[in-house]
């Protein structure tokens, strides 16, 4: 995984001089996911992440393509397996005024989870009950869209929330949103 974030940074930054190195918080499936036994909800439990991007006009329009590509950490999680996530964004912008953009398109995420093979026993209503941990990894792919607005304070800063709408062909959507800093090199 890291050699593939290896060779895309360079080559995305070499293919414009508008590149942009991204940092902030991913909260996947925020709204909908469970984060303690008290029933709490995931809303504001930011991952962090780090992503390279790169600026492409579209000529005659006044739209840019913003492919993206990023990882992110979300370490080992307490039932102790560890989760990655990898995503490359096809976004187009249109520029709504010179200093906000609006950002959409599609995106894949690949999603890493591995563990030891271990049980762990886990609350279960009244009782308690064994649940297996992963013993290899696996990983899964989807496909999202993406609905974002990105605000630029100057020429090289610019800060941006961005929304993944994942299964968005079936009835079981689950939405996935991020807030990063971007900075233009």
């Known amino acids: ?21 991204t940092v902030g918080g991913y909260v996947p499936f925020g709204l909908s996911t469970q984060k303690d036994e008290a029933g709490g ?7 962090p992440m780090i992503a390279i991007n790169t600026v492409m006009p579209i000529p005659a329009i006044n739209h840019v393509f913003l492919p993206e590509f990023g990882i992110v950490a979300h370490g080992t999680q307490t039932d102790e397996y560890k989760k990655t996530t990898m995503f490359f964004l096809l976004d187009v912008g249109y520029l709504l005024t010179e200093k906000l953009l609006l950002r959409y398109g599609l995106g894949t995420f690949l999603t890493k989870i591995s563990g030891d093979g271990a049980i762990v026993t886990l609350p279960n209503g ?12 696996e990983t899964s ?4 869209l993406d609905l974002g607005i990105e605000f630029a304070f100057d020429a090289n800063n610019a800060i941006r929330f961005e929304t993944y709408l994942f299964s968005w062909l079936k009835s079981a959507r689950k939405l996935s949103y991020s807030l990063s800093y971007t900075y233009y090199l």
């Not at 995984?1 to 190195?21: A, G, K, Q, T, Y």
């Not at 009244?126 to 990894?137: C, I, K, L, Q, V």
């Open 141 to 144: 792919w989807n496909t999202t």
């Open 126 to 137: 009244t009782t308690t009950r064994g649940f297996y941990r992963p013993n290899e990894g």
């Open 1 to 21: 995984m890291l050699r593939i974030f290896s060779i895309l940074c360079c080559l995305m930054i070499s293919l414009n001089s508008h590149s942009m190195v």
């Open 41 to 47: 909800k995931n809303t504001f439990s930011f991952k």
